[in-house]
């Protein structure tokens, strides 16, 4: 079995999710974990089993040559800590949002292209086991060849109080672009995944929470290269009545010229054909680490097709046009019309 060196950098709120992943795979080691606050950093390495703590990303990098880093940093820090990895040959794997600006995650993709390095940005919300189900059964065409619309509905609930943020990702509060930049990019791609290329977008941006920075909410109408439509509505300001709104954060809705495809917030997938009825459409999924093991899948595929060479699914160049979409939808929310995706 090929096993893999590998080393992380950052170790805020979410790298948890990284780490417990990382140690559950058997073909990577993990041997340096990087982070600006050393006494933390040891503490991961101790509580995961992982190697040794640095505070230093290039001393990490030269004393232990990794064939690959995971970057867990915000995004500002993104292009120069994919430069430095670059400088040193080794293969990346990237959190989004991969950078603060198009122009800059278009330098990074630059960079990689140019390089012996390859890079996947770290999108895991494709790899949630019922956004990989809807997308068996599509390919399947269970409810038809024709697509006609999917619709997506998300409430969060987590975004009304006066601290809202505050006990889990306190930056939330400071950022001036926050639902659609932070969480509405992993529904782009989804939408993308399951429906095809997204050709024009209209939307309409609000902020509820007068104690934030940036928009908590989104109505965003989306047209499909394949003349199928799509709606998201999402916002983080009002409640689910779910037990686990973090479980598949939103309900979907598929249709298409044979029938429906439902997936509700519990992760229960069902069948409408037309004139029969709703039916349940059975298969398992874990519900461990986050939303059904999404990162556990999302590093296993980093690292399968990193060792046999294939492509990722969400490699940093052809991830780009997901964050074309996202810089129209701003734009369109600020000229209040719909606009083409170049």
Known sequence: MVKLKGVCIGAGYFSQFHFEAWQRLENVDIVGVCDSTTEHTQTVIEKYGFKNAYSDVEKMFLNERPDFVDII????????????????????????PLAPTLAESTEIAKLVETSAVRMMVHENFRFQPWHRELKKLLDRNTIGQKLHTINLRMRMG?????????NRQPY?????????????????????????????????????????KGEDFAWVHFDFASQALGFLDANRYNENTTEDPRLTFGAVLIEGNEGSLRLYDDGKITVHPLGEPERLHKYTFQNQNFSGDCVFNTQSHFIKNLISGNPFETEVSSYLQNLKVLEKIYESNEKGIPLSVE
Do not use: S
């Not at 940093?73 to 800590?81: C, I, V, W």
């Not at 400088?87 to 959190?95: E, G, L, M, S, T």
């Not at 987590?158 to 505050?166: F, H, S, V």
């Open 73 to 96: 940093t915000p995004p500002e820090t993104h292009l120069e800590l994919c430069q430095l990895a670059i400088k040193h040959n080794i293969h990346i794997i990237c959190q989004k």
């Open 158 to 166: 987590d975004g009304w109080q006066t601290d809202a943020y505050m």
């Open 172 to 212: 939330f509060r400071e950022m001036e672009r926050l639902l659609i930049y932070e969480t509405g990019v992993h529904f782009i791609d989804v939408f993308q995944y399951l429906m095809g290329d997204i050709i024009t977008v209209y939307a309409k941006l609000r902020t509820l929470n007068a104690n934030i």
